[in-house]
């Protein structure tokens, strides 16, 4: 499911969510054109996203960040309460 951010027509951020659309909902590639950051225009995008009736539905949300934690805290993601429950399978 992508989302897209929209400014007079043009596109200034975008983020999609992997889902079943029942339970998981893994969010990814959110961005916000370097230009336009500072102006709550991730907030807005983060918000539209976890309150997507679609989603609604999903009891498990998950995402990488480098360095958004601050954003992504407002809206009730944690750092990973079972740590020792989750795996991953790097490649590079």
Known sequence: MCFGVYLE????????????YTVFAYLMDVFILPEHQGNGYSKQLIKFIIEEPQLQTCTTWMLKTLDAHGLYKQYSFTELKNPERVMERLLK
């Open 9 to 20: 027509d043009k596109q200034i951020g975008f983020a999609r969510v992997a889902t079943d």
